[in-house]
């Protein structure tokens, strides 16, 4: 009798699953991690010699394997009932909110961020510009709770300040703009890494005080979009309740066009059709983007030039009103080398702003 | 192909199972082959030739040695020098030439030689069965394709254990699948699987994150050493479990490769728990020949030094693996000579010296970078200025605790005493029955669910 259940269990499974592959259709997209899934590999005879063609066969059967998501909350939750663990692939869920556990320090990739300025401004830039930067935290450094590790966010500052300014010479220095002070966990989505645009206005207007500018800003309009489910939600595999993503709108924005030198085209500041897309935060700024010129017809003085990760795609919206001109260079999609050709740096104030794990991994930036 | 793989379970599996079973028994050893040798190809396109030539030759030789008794010795010599020639040159040849380049300070270009999965295995199968005909313990195979069947059989091909001829002789000619036979193996094979899947994987992440610590602790270092062990062996003794599982799926018995190792109560004894199908082979086809414990005690003492020498080298093509295997070796001596009675009176302190000396081990094992090795065996034992414990080290030791314990009971005898204890009890036996039934079917379900999602998912000893 046992036998017989456990042959019967072992075979149903296995067999199920191998039929079950053939039956059901393949899956273009994966919601919930964000990502296109692995299609049937193209067969060809040089593939299969390099092995290249297997490789892809087993990476296809594992992101259309049946009831995939079902799997992977399965995971999920027996990583944190059974095992008890905190985290699980380092997401963790603390007061109905993901969060995503701060990588660790890593010296070479802090020292490579500011070699990365220093080349900037040593190629670009001359002595009498105003060169900014500032530093975005990630959400952990919110969270009340002590068991999870965070990253050393005063050693960070120091270590930054110290390698950009003990090479300034005498050219202009850099200047440091705290925004760590300046936010709490609210302002981030629940479900995302990233800040929420309507929580983000006195960031907006400290950055522009900051940098000796007069604040702009007229009255917005919310325009909501909900369900969000950030790139965290489908990382930690399990349910937690969507966010609602918000995004302000005015009619000078409305205005405002944005020359994309990737897609060679205008575009408006905000998409509405990436909303249903597999990333809704794309809302702002088209998403990813290598270099994007906006300029606003409706303010005549101030030019501006951000280095930029996404967090700024949220913000810029809200700094425009501001600036006649802001270019946004993303260095995670183009070299420092084609600057040159694409930017002219000449009297326009200079902001870096990144996010704490974008600095942690900057052999990203090209 | 790993047998901890989504392929494997509900592609390769079910259809090799098919087509085993529905076919009659003069085609079982046919489907077996085409089967072993679809798996090696799958992982290791490029290389199948290298498997079939050492079947052919293998097969070739054990018929010379067999049938020319007058030049069976030249034969063998022949035989063990083409197939260790092949070893060395796929696995130690560019190693060889990096240390000829260092030691007599040359240029000569380092050959990028990509090494046979599993050929470590294949050929120490291949010529203990040449030698054994050799020393007429066993008869050559019938034919090439039982042969063939036998070396390329795949789940003892990429990563052991190192199945004898004439253990599974018998059975290639004539065995008997039966229903009971078939579902130990399903037992056997999803425990081996939850095993790699389940422990020894997740202990993996332990150990890539302890490894990657900003400021590492002394109490991180030992941590991680813990889960290196304990990786490996859930790797090792899980993808064993798995082997000899699906053995019995198919009518074979392959002898037990572990048996508890960490809670061995001498060096000694762990080497009789740990990988006993290689230390037997050591054992067989070199100790005893060199001499054994036959030519006095500093005779044996240079004998055990040369087989842990070589065990060392097996492992890999890297002195980590050599300064591992003369550890052991020095160990052995020092036990044989001095300590043997001392482990033998304080039980407690003996499995205790053996634990330590076992992490140690391991620590040596894992690094294959020496100036690493130093770095970690000095934080282990404080040297270098670092603090005992972090709140980095603190979050990882409870976010993997209740995984770290399971590991520790996992790997004694405990669970199995338990059911022994539970079968003294006749009317238990319904329940118990029940619960294997559902205990396989959960540990299937949660190590398809960590595949599935999986992040971290190397075999440790295919590298071997």
Redesign the interface.
Known sequence: ???????G??IV???G??IL?FLLPDQEVSVSERRHLEKLPEFSFQK????DY?KS??QY??DQ?PY?DQ??W???Q?QFS??????N?NIFIEDNQVFSLSS???EKEIKHFTDKLLEIKKRYLTSNQNIYYSIIPDKIAYLES????KF?YPRLNQTISQQLNSQTGAGSSFHYIDLFSLLSLDDYYRTDIHWRQEKISHIARNLVEEMGHPYVSSKMEEHTFSPFYGSLYGQS?LPIEADTLTYLSNDVLDQIEVWNYEKQKKEKIYQPQALTGIDAYSVFLSGPSALLEIENPNQEEGELIIFRDSFASSLTPLLIESYHHITLIDLRYIATDLLDDLVDFEGKDILFLYSVPVINQSSILK | MVFSSITFLFFYLPIVLLCYYLLFRKHKNTVLLIASLAFYFYGEPKYILVLVFSCCFNYLFGKLIEKKRQYATPLLIIDLFINFGMLFYFKYFGFFIENINSLLDLQLLVPNIVMPIGISFFTFQATSYTIDIYQKKVKSAKNLWTFATYLALFPQLVAGPIVRYETVCEELENREETRSLFAEGIGRFTIGLAKKVLLANVLGELVALLGELSTPTILAYWIQAIAITLQLYFDFSGYSDMAIGLGKMFGFHFLENFQYPLVAKSITDFWRRWHISLSSWFKDYVYIPLGGNRKGLIRQCINIFIVWCLTGLWHGASWNFVFWGIYFGVLLIIEKTLLKKTLNSHPILAHLYTFILIIISFVIFHFDNLSQLSTFLNGMFGLGNLSFSSQETIYYLRSYAVVLVISLIAATPLAKQLISRIDQYPHFSKLKDILEVVLYFCLLLLSVSFLVDESYNPFLYFRF
């Open positions: 009798m046992k036998d017989n259940l456990i042959i269990e072992f499974f296995i067999f699953f191998f592959s299969v010699m390099d092995g297997f066969l087993d059967f594992n394997f995939r799997f992977r399965l995971k999920a027996a059974l095992f008890q663990k905190l985290d692939q660790a320090w890593n002590s068991i999870y590790p050393n595999a």
